[in-house]
């Protein structure tokens, strides 16, 4: 089905940084409301609903904080939701708010979201807790080492090496110099990563992401309200799709080339049907540049592949050659991505709001040139929720 | 305002749950606790044995019946090695795998014992994918999936 079409039209996101103690939740999320209702060039009482992105509770410490935030971000007389899908939050609240639109209900909606890890205690306690009490929880495993499996399988499958995963968080560092808003903004070289200590082998200190504090919000229309609005240079939303995983990453290691923790097949599946949606047929030569959810190394290069960027097992060897660098075929993070920042109620709904600079131009110093199409992933609950969102600067 | 003139509200969540293993779980847990048992289900439709074991398949959305007896020897399929102290987990190192044990179509994760985890080279080069183990069980068992580990063959 050929639905509406439909743009993002305003972004709006604070810097990320490892905390934020001179304002509340909601006034941090009413940082990112603000800049993207400025952007967009609209007023809050223009917006007829909203998406509050928001994962994890015992992240922020209040059961629900969508409430205590709702004042803050404009949603007093306007239908309100809460989105989460874990690590993919942001993405499935992104295609929430383009459903809103493309039901003909609604025709401008604000997706916004914050995060304050740095009043979170240990957040690898927290994500413990996803796993399941009867069988899973107790042995342990939380959102690194569930990478870690990923990462070792990974390896073994295809022969994908340490140093290839190392070359992705030096890339995602020298990327992030170009963008004010990331958290980690110090280069490093492969050496610091191979040698940095050992979190869950196989991943080092620098194949992980940070801990990050920050809001992000985009503002989506649909073509009547932006015709109406006058505005130009959208970034429209051309695919949006989901796919999801098994709970039980065990489910995925049986030998069945189809599903394979190794692979991010859910993400495979979510980025064919978006592609299809979006009439791209081969995303190598289509897609102008990635933002992709990956808040570990060993995670972008099963993502690149599932993305349809190279083949299966192909990713280690296409980072060596430089196919993700800025000046390589198909540019992957030109923010930094979630090794430089990783707010988790928003970090997928940052790829999205970074992808849709990057379609219209304003990405700055970051700006990959002539990007007219980019793809945007988000990843969440056990390597399990998977969103594509595709844009472009053309309906 | 200056940064040390602000004010902290300290917070903490302590929160008792008891959750049901169900029916299916109970059987399981029973087996382990009993006879030293691993017990999966088989899937009536696409004829896997599920373990850890489920009242139902994922991927027929079928009901599974059958009970199986899952043999204590297996491959991992998965690992990692934890040298990071994250609060509210053990402390490290231990190492945890997904094991596929024989007579089992899917893997379940467990703790890999009995291996000096100190020098992690030495480590790695052990436990890896490929690597046989051993289910061996805790002397008292209470019900819990910590009831037993793998042990490196």
Redesign the interface.
């Known amino acids: 089905m050929k639905p509406r079409n439909i743009g993002i039209i305003g972004v709006g996101q604070t810097k990320y940084v490892t905390r934020r103690?001179?304002v509340t939740l909601p006034e941090l999320a009413r940082e990112a409301a603000v800049l993207a209702l400025e952007d967009a060039g609209i007023a809050f009482n223009d917006l007829d609903g909203m998406v509050f992105s928001l994962a994890l509770d015992?992240l922020e410490?209040t059961e629900g904080a969508e409430r205590w935030c709702a004042d803050a971000v404009g949603g007093r007389r306007i239908p309100f939701i809460r989105v989460h899908t874990g690590g993919a939050t942001g993405g499935s609240a992104t295609h929430a708010g383009f459903l809103h639109i493309a039901s003909g209900l609604f025709d401008c909606i604000l997706v916004i979201g914050a995060e304050k890890m740095g009043e979170t205690?240990?957040a690898?306690?927290v994500l413990?807790q996803i796993f399941d009490?009867?069988?899973?929880r107790?042995?342990?495993?939380?959102a690194?080492?569930m990478c870690?499996?990923?990462a070792?399988?990974h390896m073994?499958k295809y022969g994908t090496t340490e140093y290839q995963m190392a070359l992705v968080a030096v890339r995602s560092r020298k990327n992030a110099l170009r963008n004010p808003h990331a958290h980690i903004r110090k280069e490093i070289k492969v050496e610091d990563v191979l040698t940095s200590?050992?979190?869950?082998?196989?991943?080092k200190l620098y194949d992980c992401c940070p801990r990050s504090t920050g809001a992000c919000a985009v503002v989506i229309a649909s073509e009547k309200f932006i015709k109406k609005l006058g505005k130009k240079n959208i970034a429209w939303i051309k695919g949006i799709a989901a796919c999801t995983g098994?709970?039980?990453?065990?489910?995925r290691?049986?030998g069945s080339s189809a599903n394979d923790?190794a692979d991010a097949d859910g993400l495979f599946l979510a980025a064919k049907r978006a592609y299809q949606m979006a009439g791209i047929d081969n995303p190598r030569k289509e897609i102008d540049v990635a933002e992709i959810y990956a808040p570990f190394t060993s995670t972008e290069l099963a993502a690149v592949e599932a993305l349809g960027f190279c083949g299966k097992g192909e990713s280690g060897k296409y980072n060596e050659k430089g196919l993700f660098d800025m000046e390589g075929g198909i540019p992957v993070n030109p923010s930094g991505g979630v090794l430089t920042a990783n707010p988790i109620s928003v970090t997928a709904l940052a790829r999205v709001a970074e992808a849709s600079l990057q379609v219209t131009g304003k990405a700055g110093e970051r700006q990959v040139s002539k990007s007219k199409t980019a793809v945007a992933t988000g990843e969440g609950g056990s390597l399990q929720f998977y969103t594509v969102t595709v844009l472009s600067n053309k309906t | 305002?200056n940064?040390e003139d602000?004010i902290?509200i300290p917070?903490r969540?302590d929160l008792k749950?008891h959750?049901a293993?169900?029916e299916t779980?109970t059987r399981f847990f029973k087996a382990i606790m009993e006879q030293k048992e691993i017990l999966g289900k088989k899937c009536p439709k696409c004829k896997?044995v599920?373990?850890?074991p489920r009242s139902f398949c994922?991927r027929c959305f079928v009901e599974t019946t059958e009970w199986m007896k899952i043999g204590s020897e297996g491959t991992i399929?998965?690992?990692?090695?934890?040298?990071?102290k994250?609060?509210?987990?053990?402390d490290p190192p231990?190492a945890?795998a997904?094991v596929?044990l024989d007579g089992a179509?899917?893997?379940?994760?467990?703790?890999v014992k009995g291996i000096d985890l100190s020098d992690?080279k030495k480590?790695?080069k052990r436990i890896?994918?490929?690597a046989k183990v051993q289910v061996a069980f805790r002397k008292k068992r209470q019900g819990?999936?910590?009831d037993f580990w793998y042990e490196l063959k």
């Not at chain 2, 399929?77 to 990071?84: D, R």
């Not at chain 2, 994250?86 to 053990?90: A, I, Q, R, S, Y």
């Not at chain 2, 179509?105 to 703790?111: G, I, K, R, S, V």
């Open positions: 103690d001179d015992a410490g205690p240990d690898q306690k413990n009490p009867v069988y899973e107790s042995v342990a495993i939380n690194v080492n870690s499996f990923q070792a399988r073994k200590r050992v979190i869950c082998y196989p991943l098994t709970y039980y990453m065990g489910d290691m049986d923790h | 305002m940064e602000l902290f917070q969540w749950f959750h293993a169900g779980g896997r599920l373990l850890p994922e399929q998965a690992f990692t090695i934890v040298y990071e994250f609060e509210g987990l053990p231990y945890i997904y596929l179509n899917t893997a379940m994760a467990n703790f992690i480590a790695f890896k994918i490929g819990r999936i910590t």
